[in-house]
């Protein structure tokens, strides 16, 4: 099952424009990572906040995460045409069977008009 | 560090037919994952090992499906008695299993599987 659940499922904006995405989940966790897929590729790590963190910064990402709501953001600023592509967050979470477990959303897919 | 390195990346098979998939995670991650992604989802958990121990099944993971990872070091994914239905990206991430609130974890390029 699907931990994550992201918003929007599509996002379209203008190069230059920032873009924000967003990302629920259910239950406590330990730490959530974001990550970027290009079409038919694998999936490229960008960022990973622990739940005692409020706010990470990386180049032009800023990720958020906020426990008491059960969620984090993603924001891209000044987007390029090469960050289209689709971004989805995943959470580390303890099990029932006392393992450390990581489910990941559906997506949010990015299209970034030159 | 070479990254998480997957085997055939692509690979059509028959229906009915067995395929074996291959990881070779990042050297000391001792943590080992398989997921599967279909066009426009998500990765679904498959399965997760901690060294040569699996920990978790999935129950997506039907019988047809086994992983092993011997000496907790490279892992394989096989399907037995392929379905049209397994057609899907095989996703294998690693990580090190050092720290309560967990670490990055890793992707390979995965392996495409196509049934006919």
């Known amino acids: 099952s699907q931990q994550g659940e992201e918003d929007p499922q599509a996002l379209s904006i203008q190069e230059g424009e920032n873009a924000t995405m967003n990302c629920s989940y259910k239950?406590?966790?330990?730490?959530l990572q974001w990550y970027r897929q290009n079409s038919g590729r694998g999936l490229v790590h960008l960022i990973l906040?622990?739940?005692?963190?409020r706010e990470k910064h990386s180049g032009r990402l800023r990720v958020t995460l906020d426990t008491s709501k059960k969620s984090s953001s993603l924001l891209i600023t000044a987007s390029r045409a090469a960050d289209t592509a689709s971004y989805f967050c995943?959470?580390?979470?303890?099990?029932?069977?006392?393992?450390?477990?990581?489910?990941f959303g559906t997506g949010t897919k990015l299209q970034v008009i030159p | 560090d070479t990254g998480v390195s997957q085997d055939p990346r692509h690979k059509i098979t028959k229906r009915g037919q067995n395929v074996t998939f291959r990881c070779d995670p990042i050297?000391?991650?001792?943590?080992l994952y398989w997921y599967r992604q279909t066009l426009g989802q998500g990765p679904e958990f498959l399965t997760y090992?901690?060294?040569?121990?699996?920990?978790?099944k999935s129950r997506l993971l039907s019988d047809r499906f086994s992983a092993e990872r011997p000496k907790g070091s490279f892992s394989t994914l096989e399907i037995q008695r392929t379905e049209q239905g397994d057609s899907a990206m095989y996703l294998c991430?690693?990580?090190?299993?050092?720290?309560?609130?967990?670490?990055?974890?890793?992707f390979g390029e995965g392996s495409w599987l196509t049934v006919v």
């Open positions: 991430a690693s990580s090190l299993g050092d720290r309560p609130s967990g670490n990055t974890i890793y």
């Open positions: 906040i622990r739940s005692n963190e």
């Open positions: 239950t406590s966790i330990n730490n």
């Open positions: 090992f901690q060294n040569e121990a699996q920990l978790e």
């Open positions: 050297s000391e991650h001792n943590r």
């Open positions: 995943a959470t580390d979470a303890w099990n029932s069977g006392g393992y450390q477990k990581v489910t």
